[in-house]
């Protein structure tokens, strides 16, 4: 709401930086904005088949190609969304890392999926016991991804991750020059208490279910996509097929959704404070519609100090989609 407010009041594009809304076959099961669409332009939205996965480096270009053509029309970009790897990648860039031969990962997609994560994790601490000290022993996702880069380089991640300079925080020097810099992106953080967020999360997957996100994810199943690419790993996948199998009811999934859903909530708040990109505004409540008019008004006057150097500017509000 937040985001829609600033894009009227000052000619802006939304620009979307959910992995998931990306995606056009879950908007429900994303809780992507819909009749907002018609309100303001709306961008990176829906743009992507479930079974074609995106990584950061191409969200980045997407982005890129998008914060461009706002500022050749003369509008202001608002980038929004929950992924923070995504609105980093545009401050800070990408820590270059190795191709990942297709075979390659597929494999180690499909060990990591038979494989207990904890001996994973402990075949891994074998050849990258920085990395594997970094990941959490039940987090799948990330010991694949650093698997898959030993694999395919022969070179642990954290030699990889070493090669880049990442500047330390706080405080932060000088990053290298990308399109959109501290000096030329306003960072909004949204964090209010997690007592507002997690009844928040409760709310969004009771939404997410009467808009349909069973039938989506019956539709994905039909297609039978392969269980490894980033659409079929959206929170709510697994637990809705386990209704469409038979194996659970859906009050059941219900509850599963929310519970990891509120866990998804918990782990982008680590992340902002431990890796996430310094934010100029944070806002800790849930603002009601009242008061993110009174922000929304501020907002611009901020853009307008800002342009005092003379940039163009763009505005990043993390976490949005959580408080829709």
């Given at each position: 709401?937040?985001?829609?407010?600033?894009a009227?009041?000052?000619?802006?594009v939304?620009?979307?930086a959910?992995?998931?809304?990306l995606?056009?076959?879950?908007?429900?099961?994303?809780?992507?904005p819909?009749?907002?669409?018609?309100r303001a332009?709306?961008?990176?939205?829906?743009?992507?088949d479930a079974?074609?996965?995106c990584s950061a480096?191409?969200?980045?270009r997407?982005?890129h190609?998008?914060?461009?053509h706002a500022h050749?029309n003369?509008k202001i970009?608002?980038i929004?969304?929950g992924?923070g790897?995504?609105?980093?990648?545009l401050l800070?860039?990408l820590?270059?890392?190795?191709?990942?031969?297709p075979?390659?990962r597929?494999n180690?997609r499909?060990?990591?999926t038979?494989m207990p994560a904890?001996?994973?994790?402990e075949t891994?601490?074998?050849?990258d016991p920085?990395s594997a000290?970094a990941?959490?022993?039940?987090?799948?996702q990330r010991?694949a991804?650093?698997?898959?880069v030993?694999l395919?380089s022969?070179k642990?991640?954290s030699w990889?991750?070493?090669?880049?300079?990442?500047?330390?925080?706080?405080p932060r020097?000088?990053?290298?020059?990308?399109l959109n810099?501290?000096?030329?992106?306003?960072?909004v953080?949204?964090?209010p208490?997690?007592s507002q967020?997690y009844?928040?999360?409760?709310?969004?997957v009771t939404?997410m279910l009467?808009?349909?996100?069973?039938?989506?994810?019956?539709g994905?199943h039909?297609?039978?996509?392969?269980?490894n690419?980033?659409?079929?790993?959206?929170?709510?996948?697994?637990?809705?097929?386990?209704?469409?199998?038979g194996?659970c009811?859906?009050?059941?999934a219900l509850k599963?959704?929310?519970r990891?859903?509120r866990?998804?909530?918990k782990?982008?708040y680590t992340?902002q404070?431990?890796?996430g990109?310094r934010?100029?505004?944070?806002?800790?409540c849930?603002?009601?519609?009242a008061?993110l008019?009174q922000?929304?008004?501020w907002?611009?006057?901020?853009?307008r100090?800002?342009?005092?150097?003379?940039?163009?500017k763009s505005?990043?509000?993390y976490?949005?989609?959580l408080l829709?």
């Amino acid at each position: 709401m937040l985001a829609l407010l600033l894009a009227q009041m000052v000619d802006g594009v939304i620009i979307n930086a959910d992995a998931m809304q990306l995606y056009r076959d879950i908007p429900a099961l994303s809780d992507a904005p819909q009749k907002e669409r018609l309100r303001a332009p709306h961008r990176l939205y829906g743009c992507m088949d479930a079974a074609t996965p995106c990584s950061a480096d191409l969200w980045q270009r997407l982005a890129h190609k998008e914060i461009r053509h706002a500022h050749k029309n003369k509008k202001i970009p608002i980038i929004v969304g929950g992924t923070g790897l995504y609105i980093r990648s545009l401050l800070e860039g990408l820590t270059p890392l190795p191709a990942i031969a297709p075979e390659v990962r597929d494999n180690v997609r499909a060990l990591a999926t038979r494989m207990p994560a904890s001996s994973l994790h402990e075949t891994l601490k074998a050849v990258d016991p920085y990395s594997a000290e970094a990941i959490h022993p039940k987090d799948r996702q990330r010991l694949a991804r650093a698997w898959e880069v030993f694999l395919s380089s022969g070179k642990p991640l954290s030699w990889w991750l070493a090669r880049a300079p990442r500047p330390p925080r706080p405080p932060r020097p000088p990053r290298p020059r990308h399109l959109n810099t501290p000096s030329s992106m306003l960072v909004v953080a949204m964090e209010p208490p997690r007592s507002q967020i997690y009844r928040r999360c409760d709310q969004r997957v009771t939404r997410m279910l009467a808009r349909g996100a069973l039938q989506e994810v019956e539709g994905l199943h039909r297609r039978n996509i392969s269980p490894n690419v980033p659409a079929m790993k959206a929170i709510g996948v697994q637990s809705l097929l386990a209704v469409i199998k038979g194996e659970c009811g859906l009050p059941d999934a219900l509850k599963t959704i929310q519970r990891d859903t509120r866990h998804y909530a918990k782990r982008q708040y680590t992340w902002q404070k431990t890796q996430g990109p310094r934010a100029h505004i944070v806002l800790r409540c849930v603002p009601d519609y009242a008061n993110l008019a009174q922000i929304a008004l501020w907002l611009p006057n901020a853009i307008r100090h800002m342009n005092r150097c003379g940039q163009q500017k763009s505005v990043s509000i993390y976490r949005q989609n959580l408080l829709q």
